[in-house]
């Protein structure tokens, strides 16, 4: 139908919808949206994203992010966008955020509204594998969200299509008749959908792929230099290493605990845990970009004898995350990443 055939009466509603629309939105989320489309012009950007403080700093005290002197952040939703270059590349950092949900939905944010070419997400995790150290960074080829469970009765049966079962009663002490009342949990797959799959229709998904091509380059940075002192009175026993292609694994659980910890590395053969990793990869494929992760090992996930180490030594493994994150970014070739 031709457009000079649209009746006046329904531009009329089309503008007065679009006004009640406008209406909802706050004044300082028009702003933004102002500033954003302004620096997409200027785009892309890499965008990177960390969880929480001690990685914020980490990364910032490295004073490789240089802000942009007209826009240094956009505030969105709560969560500032930091707008600079690192190492002479543009780049727009967020921290978005412990757990699942913020790590989507700062991810998603980005994707959506920034022009970026992929994202870098970074921070601490907990060592699950004994034969990493704390102070390690591992750049995972792999990730699972082992968050997702079906939680049976005494008696019932785990659903057959699970892809790992935990069994409380095995866990008693003293062993007893192995009965417990929290009974079993079933490991349930994440339902995936994306943009190079089938509209509307999920792919079942236990370990989410990192980007074969940045997996590639990050494997360049194996054998790196990383720090392995605190400060003059507190180091670790051994020089750290850089890890490429382990798995990872993510919940919104903190896990500070030997027996859980052993169960996730026997049944998934994880190196580390840590509450996001798996939100900002999925989330990152699921709209076709490409992304990688780095973390630093903070702790020992609860293996450790008394206090958890990520007071101690939280501060040291972001700092070799961050100067792991400086030579991947130092590796990306200059046209599309
Ligand atoms: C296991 O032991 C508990 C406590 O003694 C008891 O209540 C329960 O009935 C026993 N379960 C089985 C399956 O024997
Ligand atoms: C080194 O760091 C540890 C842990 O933060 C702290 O307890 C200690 O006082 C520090 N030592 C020096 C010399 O700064
Ligand atoms: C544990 O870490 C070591 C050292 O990086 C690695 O060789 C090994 O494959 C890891 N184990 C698993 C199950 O991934």
Same mark, same amino acid.
């Given at each position: 139908?031709?457009?000079?055939?649209?009746?006046? /009466?329904?531009?009329?509603?089309?503008?007065?919808?679009?006004?009640?629309?406008?209406?909802?939105?706050?004044?300082?989320?028009? &702003?933004?949206?102002?500033? +954003?489309? $302004?620096?997409? !012009?200027?785009?892309? %950007?890499?965008?990177?994203?960390?969880?929480?403080?001690?990685?914020?700093?980490?990364?910032?005290?490295?004073?490789?992010?240089?802000?942009?002197?007209?826009?240094?952040?956009?505030?969105?939703?709560?969560?500032?966008?930091?707008?600079?270059?690192? !190492?002479?590349?543009?780049?727009?950092?967020?921290?978005?955020?412990?757990?699942?949900?913020?790590?989507?939905?700062?991810?998603? @944010?980005?994707?959506?509204?920034?022009?970026?070419?992929?994202?870098?997400?970074?921070?601490?995790?907990?060592?699950?594998?004994?034969?990493?150290?704390?102070?390690?960074?591992? +750049?995972?080829?792999?990730?699972?969200?082992?968050?997702?469970?079906?939680?049976? #009765?005494? #008696?019932?049966?785990?659903?057959?299509?699970?892809?790992? @079962?935990?069994?409380?009663?095995?866990? #008693?002490?003293?062993?007893?008749?192995?009965?417990?009342?929290?009974?079993?949990?079933?490991?349930?797959?994440?339902?995936?959908? *994306?943009?190079?799959?089938?509209? =509307?229709?999920?792919?079942?998904?236990?370990?989410?792929?990192?980007?074969?091509?940045?997996? @590639?380059?990050?494997?360049?940075?194996?054998?790196?230099?990383?720090?392995?002192?605190? #400060?003059?009175?507190? /180091?670790?026993?051994? &020089?750290?290493?850089?890890?490429?292609?382990? !798995?990872?694994?993510?919940? =919104? +659980?903190?896990?500070?605990?030997?027996?859980?910890?052993?169960?996730?590395?026997?049944?998934? $053969?994880?190196?580390?845990?840590?509450?996001?990793?798996?939100?900002?990869?999925?989330?990152?494929?699921?709209?076709?970009?490409?992304?990688?992760? +780095? !973390?630093?090992? *903070?702790?020992?996930?609860?293996?450790? @004898?008394?206090?958890?180490?990520?007071?101690?030594?939280?501060?040291?493994?972001?700092?070799?995350?961050?100067?792991?994150?400086?030579?991947?970014?130092?590796?990306?070739?200059?046209?599309? %990443?």
């Amino acid at each position: 139908m031709a457009a000079k055939q649209v009746k006046p /009466c329904l531009v009329l509603v089309l503008v007065f919808s679009l006004l009640v629309f406008v209406s909802a939105v706050s004044k300082n989320r028009i &702003k933004s949206l102002h500033v +954003i489309k $302004e620096l997409n !012009r200027r785009g892309p %950007y890499i965008g990177l994203i960390t969880v929480f403080s001690t990685e914020e700093d980490a990364f910032f005290a490295t004073g490789s992010f240089r802000s942009d002197p007209k826009h240094p952040f956009v505030d969105l939703s709560g969560r500032r966008f930091r707008i600079g270059k690192v !190492r002479g590349r543009k780049a727009i950092y967020v921290r978005c955020g412990i757990g699942m949900i913020n790590a989507a939905a700062a991810t998603q @944010q980005m994707l959506d509204l920034f022009d970026v070419k992929g994202i870098i997400h970074f921070g601490i995790a907990g060592n699950i594998n004994n034969s990493m150290s704390i102070g390690d960074v591992t +750049i995972p080829k792999q990730v699972a969200h082992t968050g997702i469970w079906d939680w049976v #009765n005494t #008696n019932g049966a785990v659903d057959s299509a699970d892809v790992s @079962q935990l069994d409380f009663g095995s866990y #008693n002490v003293p062993k007893g008749n192995g009965s417990n009342l929290l009974g079993h949990i079933g490991y349930s797959k994440e339902q995936f959908f *994306s943009e190079s799959g089938e509209p =509307n229709i999920a792919e079942s998904l236990v370990w989410a792929k990192i980007s074969p091509h940045w997996l @590639q380059l990050a494997s360049n940075l194996e054998g790196m230099k990383l720090e392995q002192c605190v #400060n003059s009175s507190l /180091c670790l026993p051994e &020089k750290p290493k850089l890890v490429v292609g382990l !798995r990872a694994s993510t919940a =919104n +659980i903190f896990v500070d605990n030997a027996a859980y910890r052993d169960f996730l590395f026997k049944k998934f $053969e994880v190196s580390s845990a840590d509450m996001e990793t798996a939100a900002v990869v999925m989330t990152s494929l699921s709209n076709g970009f490409p992304v990688i992760v +780095i !973390r630093g090992l *903070s702790d020992l996930a609860g293996q450790q @004898q008394g206090e958890n180490a990520v007071k101690k030594f939280g501060s040291l493994a972001a700092l070799n995350t961050a100067k792991a994150v400086l030579g991947f970014i130092d590796n990306l070739p200059g046209h599309a %990443y």
